[in-house]
């Protein structure tokens, strides 16, 4: 469910402004929507804090765990190690610059650049050149040319002759150092950067204490930020936020007792209202997803989590489509639940796992797969050998593509109602469904019925003249028409999409017993056989359950996100409810 927002003005007196943030923090309630860009000095100085204890903190996290310590002085510390971190920086810059340079002139060799410098004095000029291999036969009889070696039928060569002459060929300028200097000057720097990091890593012990003032400047510049993007009147300031109807009676306790002046009125369409998911927690379990995509309705759009879960249960179970890989995935969640349990409050997507890899195992029950199919068969049998059957499976996932787009139409007519506009979406549903035989018809090859011809002339008329309702019946007739003729196409490919269930689950079960097949034809006749198939079945079978996680998201999170959201209408254009509250001690 989508909580209700109320949209508020809160006004105070200009001087009284950071005393009530401080307040308003306290009540932790109001998603605060910027008056103007947020930029002042204390912003531009927070950030450049925040920089810096960032940079630490990810140093000293990357060091070993010493005993910590308290801090004093850390403004001064802090200096300290970012102009430490700087000159490692720099120098391990320096060294990627000239392992470059080593590689270029790797296979030149080793030669004094004093050497080039003595020559000049004796009245010789030396100089390295490209000159195609071809033209070497060309060069003037005063001039000595060496060839060091040939890429790509260029040579590059040494070029010697009695003074400054002119050649018509590319020159090669010399490095600033010899190749050993550049070797010599890399294991320098290399052992620089270990004696620096050394030094710093020995402020490790202050890795908490920076980590407690990060946090906090996280909070003042979330507090200067709020301060600095209030609007102003006169002698006034005010601001801007949205807050859940429900704690709005605790909001305006909190203007009476600080003598705020405060508006609470509805949003309009054209605010910016975040959004505030809230249902059962066994419904909760799938924000984890939403999380993960970054995606949210947007608060006036639909909130889908329970047929998004329910679906995705299944779309797992079909795309996994393997008892074991479950069990394997259940074991897996099992103890990174028990190893995490005291670092993670929110155990949903723990909860998440528990359920996906349940219905991986019920599936593979049904099925009869464990591990794959192959060999266990004749000594395990599918508990619903229908399941098995090629034909059967993609009517399954026609079927199962129908129904879940049917409850994005009906969902959508139960809105729309009582205008008229939801009879074009029970056109929508015919039609929905006669492309479900359709699909049966072209791919399975099954005779189609004769009443799927009255599903589309019944939806079509529907669709036409009562899907987008207007004063002017012509022009609404019209938009129909056009709402037909880009629509229906797309409702036969979203419903034969859903054949990617079968098709990414039969490959999965294809794999499986491919290293099956490969492991027992190496068999455990010694040692060495014994390992090799114990290794072809361990990586084969770990290869495969990745392949099957990497389709959840391509395939399974997919159909929920595209094409049923899609039917829907929605374009998870959410803003996240992210209330100004007091996170830390400022």
């Not at 359920?355 to 029950?365: D, H, M, N, Q, R």
């Not at 059957?389 to 079927?399: A, G, P, R």
């Not at 669709?463 to 036969?492: E, T």
Request: proline share 4%; charged share 20%; hydrophobic share 50%.
């Amino acid at each position: 469910m989508i909580v209700s927002m109320k949209k508020i003005f809160l006004i105070v007196q200009k001087k009284d402004s950071l005393s009530t943030l401080d307040a308003l923090r306290h009540v932790g309630v109001v998603h605060i929507e910027n008056e103007k860009v947020p930029e002042s000095a204390n912003v531009i100085l927070l950030k450049e804090q925040i920089g810096k204890l960032k940079t630490a903190v990810e140093f000293f996290e990357s060091q070993p765990i010493l005993t910590q310590e308290p801090l004093n002085d850390w403004e001064e510390l802090l200096e300290e190690i970012i102009r430490d971190l700087h000159k490692i920086k720099q120098v391990k810059d320096d060294i990627k610059k000239r392992k470059t340079q080593i590689a270029k002139w790797e296979r030149w060799g080793d030669f004094n650049l004093a050497d080039f410098a003595e020559l000049r004095t004796k009245g010789l000029c030396a100089r390295l050149f490209k000159i195609p291999v071809k033209q070497l036969s060309n060069l003037p009889s005063d001039v000595i040319c060496e060839r060091i070696f040939v890429q790509e039928k260029v040579a590059y060569c040494l070029v010697v002759c009695k003074e400054q002459k002119s050649l018509p060929f590319e020159e090669v300028a010399l490095p600033n150092l010899s190749l050993s200097d550049m070797k010599n000057a890399q294991v320098h720097d290399a052992t620089s950067i270990k004696v620096m990091e050394g030094a710093l890593a020995k402020d490790s012990f202050y890795l908490n204490e920076f980590k407690d003032i990060l946090d906090g400047k996280i909070a003042d510049l979330h507090v200067q930020e709020v301060l600095a993007g209030m609007g102003d009147a006169e002698e006034f300031s005010y601001l801007k936020g949205f807050c859940p109807n429900e704690v709005c009676p605790q909001l305006q306790a909190a203007a009476k007792k600080e003598k705020w002046g405060l508006i609470v009125e509805d949003p309009t369409d054209d605010d910016k209202i975040p959004t505030l998911l809230r249902n059962p927690k066994w419904i909760d379990m799938i924000k984890p997803v939403f999380s993960m995509m970054n995606i949210l309705p947007g608060y006036k759009e639909l909130d889908i989590s329970f047929f998004f879960l329910a679906f995705l249960s299944i779309f797992f179970g079909i795309l996994i489509g393997d008892a074991g890989y479950g069990f394997v995935f259940l074991l897996a969640t099992f103890f990174a639940d028990k190893k995490a349990s005291s670092k993670i409050k929110d155990k949903s997507p723990f909860f998440l796992m528990y359920v996906l890899s349940s219905c991986a195992i019920v599936w593979g029950i049904l099925t009869g797969t464990f591990f794959g199919q192959a060999w266990i068969a004749g000594r395990v049998n599918p508990l619903l050998p229908w399941l098995r059957n090629d034909e059967n499976m993609q009517m399954l996932c026609f079927l199962i593509g129908a129904i879940h787009l049917s409850i994005a139409h009906l969902w959508r007519g139960i809105i729309k109602m009582p205008s008229v506009a939801a009879l074009g979406e029970i056109g929508w549903l015919f039609i929905l469904w006669g492309m479900y035989f359709v699909a049966k018809m072209l791919i399975l090859g099954q005779a189609l019925p004769s009443f799927v011809m009255t599903f589309f002339i019944g939806g079509a008329f529907l669709v036409v003249f009562f899907s987008q309702p207007k004063k002017n019946i012509l022009k609404g007739i019209a938009l129909g028409v056009g709402d037909l003729l880009m629509s229906v196409v797309n409702m036969f490919t979203d419903v034969v999409s859903y054949i990617r269930l079968f098709a990414v689950g039969l490959a999965t079960v294809a794999v499986a017993d491919a290293f099956n097949q490969m492991a027992l034809e190496i068999g455990f006749g010694n040692v060495a056989t014994g390992l090799a198939t114990a290794l072809i079945l361990v990586l084969g079978h770990l290869l495969n359950i990745t392949l099957g996680a990497m389709a959840i998201l391509v395939h399974g999170i997919r159909l929920n996100v595209l094409e049923f959201s899609s039917h829907l209408n929605m374009e998870w254009s959410g803003i996240a409810y992210n209330p100004f509250k007091k996170t830390k001690k400022a």
